[in-house]
């Protein structure tokens, strides 16, 4: 049996898998493959939010942010199915804490943000329940678009600039020497870099070779409401509340929110919603915006989200020699695929980096570290 050979293979054809094909192969001439089990971006990439820059993201370095920015802005100008929306993000509070915590945040980071107290909000003419509203904090620079179309972009680039996409499933891995050789469902390939962009699977993947790292799987859920009157909404985000929000196409209105609950089996989830999600979401719409008050749900889904002990993704080598992480993006991997992909191709090709690679060094983690696992909707 023939044995194709490649310099690199990334398990995962998510956004950060396309994300760490398209650097690779637009970085160096070698030949790459990207191997998807099921079909690209239909996982937590295909699930989520769509979310680039909201207020959250100045907990990324400036570097990091702006590099995802342009490379989503850049790939936009060459792809017309891709459209950026320009928004303006709005943190709202609903509690006296809450408030202290968003005046502490726009102390911390004037430039950025700017504080309303409640009589402040209520002279404005957002559609916000400014009665429940304790005080919101506002990000005018919040940006989202279709995580599918992007992730379907990046990887028609990839394919054009010579990278191999193969649906098919890793189902063993063995090194041979100083080569992988990769089993799946239709083969062998070998390589003599691998890189683990599995997401939610990212923990199963790294058995197969004895590697343990403390990334765990968890479920974010999002609701599509169908408002009884047009809403004209902008970006929210509740950390009270545990939820998060937009305008979507037409009139609808996007409420997610993630949980804590573990993902044991990831194979073994179901994307239907919790009960306790939609009730938590029908009592809570009309405190974010009464003309949500009788909104019906249209649709929604769950999807598979990941979480580490510092909320940092793990970006790097690993313990075994050409062996790369790039997973546990708590929720914002969307939003950092860039990053991923351009700090993992620098790592591997022993480049000067473009970004500081210790807060992601998967080393900066004990093997045997155990956590909980924790909603980035609660973030403040
Ligand atoms: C409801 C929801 C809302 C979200 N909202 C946002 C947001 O607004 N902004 C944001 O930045 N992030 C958001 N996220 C998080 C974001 O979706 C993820 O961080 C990101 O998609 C992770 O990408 P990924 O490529 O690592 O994972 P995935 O998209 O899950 O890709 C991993 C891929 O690996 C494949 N795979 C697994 N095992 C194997 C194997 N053995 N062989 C071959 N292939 C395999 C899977 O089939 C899958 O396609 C949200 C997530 C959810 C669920």
């Not at 005046?103 to 950025?112: K, V, W």
Request: glycine share 6%.
């Amino acid at each position: 049996m023939s044995v194709n050979e490649y310099e690199l293979i990334v398990i995962g054809g998510g956004i950060i898998g396309a994300s760490c094909g398209w650097h690779w192969v637009n970085a160096t001439n070698a030949d790459v493959l990207i191997l998807e089990k099921d079909q690209p971006a239909s996982k937590a990439t295909g699930r989520s939010a769509g979310h680039l820059n909201t207020y959250a993201s100045h907990k990324f370095p400036s570097a990091i942010r702006e590099y995802c920015i342009e490379f989503y802005q850049e790939l936009s100008c060459r792809h017309d199915e891709i459209t950026i929306h320009h928004d303006q993000d709005y943190v709202l509070a609903h509690s006296s804490e809450g408030a202290d915590r968003l005046h502490r945040l726009t102390e911390a980071h004037p430039d950025t943000f700017t504080y309303l107290d409640s009589d402040n909000l209520q002279t404005t003419d957002v559609p916000f329940n400014t009665v429940e509203t304790t005080a919101a904090l506002t990000f005018d620079r919040a940006l989202h678009s279709d995580p599918y179309s992007l992730t379907t972009a990046m990887l028609s680039e990839f394919r054009s600039a010579g990278g191999t996409l193969k649906l098919d499933s890793v189902t063993d891995i063995n090194t041979d020497g100083d080569r992988f050789l990769v089993n799946t469902t239709d083969g062998t390939y070998r390589s003599e870099y691998l890189v683990n962009a599995t997401g939610a699977w990212s923990t199963q993947t790294n058995s197969m070779l004895d590697i343990s790292l403390p990334i765990k799987a968890r479920t974010s859920q999002i609701a599509i409401l169908k408002p009884d009157r047009q809403l004209d909404i902008p970006m929210f985000h509740c950390p009270d509340l545990g939820l998060y929000g937009r305008q979507e196409l037409g009139d609808d209105v996007l409420i997610g929110g993630g949980t804590s609950s573990f993902i044991p089996d990831p194979n073994g989830f179901s994307t239907t919603v919790s009960e306790s999600f939609l009730v938590h979401v029908s009592e809570s719409s009309d405190r974010i915006a009464n003309s949500l008050r009788d909104a019906r749900v249209a649709e929604s889904w769950a999807g598979r989200c990941t979480s580490t002990p510092d909320r940092n993704p793990l970006v790097g080598s690993t313990s075994l020699s050409d062996y790369y992480i790039c997973a546990g993006f708590n929720g914002a991997g969307v939003a950092r695929a860039p990053f991923a992909g351009k700090l993992v191709t620098e790592l591997i090709l022993d480049q000067d980096l473009s970004f500081q690679p210790e807060p992601y060094a998967p080393s900066r983690f004990n093997e045997a570290d155990d956590f909980k696992v924790k909603s980035h909707s609660t973030d403040w």
